[in-house]
């Protein structure tokens, strides 16, 4: 009986999603499903998945409701005890679910994997700036205030658990990094240290189009997790923005934009286009720049996601109105400890706002 399925989220897919099918049929495993959920495509996707004649293939098809939604039917619909994600515009490369299933079977207790990717096609520079180390690792990182950086369409998740913390939440375009903080607290995140996916970047994707309510909503999802850690009630969404908005850093903003287009001019073959992105990213931001080179380097530091949590401490009166004072971050332990006008705070059980 086969333990994972292969879920693959279509809206709109073509001309990528055709490559990407056959990266899955085409793996070195075999006893594996794959569940399609088509998200009410007006484009050639359907007419394609419908061609194909693989019975480990399911295509169920619904009105547009967007990705959250969509990712969140796919935990019901799912079969197997294991979900593998993989986007329609990315690449598998051949031994990426034998490499699962081996993990799976060394470690089912963990309530997900991930493992590296690097960007595609051929051409285009680098490997997805991702979170390194083991479940112990991810879980201080998260504890110290930060968010781990995972590449979503490289993870495979127990069904049950991830139901269990929740689920995907918002529609924020940030939806994977909210689900990795509760599961690292809770069931533990394994690194498949092996670069296992081909990471498509092109300007009509998602994060693409929309990279400065991206940083704003990570923003909003470390001031989830700081609550959390630190037992405040959290403003909705739409209170909490106007003030996060003020902690956007537009130096780093600019500098990712540069390095995006840098890759995607790089991997269409476009060298001098390529090259002044990446010129202007040196020019937006050196330090940045330098610490992404850095980043290159895993081995020196633990990479993350957010600002420092010192920051929102100092914004502690318009982000925690509630608590009726300023924070004080004390030291730098992990967990962090905090004080509200001389009282420590306590850690909080899971709640979502």
């Known amino acids: 009986m086969s333990v994972i399925t292969v ?4 809206f709109n897919a073509m001309p990528y999603l055709a490559e990407s099918v056959e990266s899955i049929l085409g793996q070195s495993y075999s006893d594996f499903q794959i569940l399609v959920i088509n998200d009410g495509s007006i484009d050639d996707s359907l007419p394609y998945l419908q061609s194909l ?20 039917r796919m935990l019901t619909e799912v079969h197997t005890p294991w979900l593998v994600r993989h986007d329609a515009d990315d690449v598998a490369y ?3 679910l034998m490499r699962t299933v081996e993990y799976i079977n060394q470690y089912p207790q963990s309530g997900m994997f991930c493992s590296l990717a690097e960007y595609y096609p051929r051409g285009c520079y680098g490997q997805f700036r991702a979170t390194r180390g083991n479940p112990e690792q991810f879980r201080d990182l998260v504890l110290s205030g930060y968010l781990p950086t995972i590449c979503h369409p490289t993870v495979t998740l127990n069904v049950k658990r991830t139901i269990a913390v929740g689920g995907y939440r918002f529609d924020l375009y940030v939806e994977d990094i909210d689900l990795w903080w509760r599961m690292a607290l809770h069931y533990g995140i394994r690194l498949i240290p092996d670069v296992t996916l081909g ?3 092109n300007l009509k994707s998602i994060s693409s ?3 400065t309510k991206q940083a704003l909503h990570t923003l909003y999802i470390q001031y989830l997790l700081l609550s959390h850690l630190w037992n405040l009630l959290p403003l909705s969404y739409e209170q909490a923005c106007p003030q996060l908005a003020r902690l956007l850093n537009p130096r780093k903003l600019a500098f990712k934009t540069h390095l995006r287009r840098f890759n995607i001019e790089l991997g269409g073959g476009n060298r001098c286009k390529a090259l002044w ?3 202007s990213a040196l020019i937006t931001s050196p330090t940045t720049f330098s610490r992404r080179l850095f980043d290159e380097f895993p081995a020196q530091r633990m990479i993350s996601l957010g600002e420092r949590p010192e920051l929102f401490a100092k914004n502690g009166s318009a982000l925690w109105p509630t608590a009726g004072g300023a924070l004080k971050v004390v030291g730098a332990a992990r967990p962090p400890r905090m004080t509200l006008e001389g009282n420590q705070l306590s850690h909080a059980p899971m709640s979502t706002p």
């Open 277 to 279: 992105e990446l010129g």
């Open 94 to 96: 051949p031994h990426r």
């Open 7 to 10: 879920g693959i989220p279509v």
């Open 199 to 201: 990471f498509r970047q």
């Open 53 to 72: 004649l693989d019975p480990r293939l399911r295509i169920i098809n619904q009105k547009n409701q967007g990705l959250t939604a969509t990712l969140n």
């Open 209 to 211: 189009a929309n990279l």
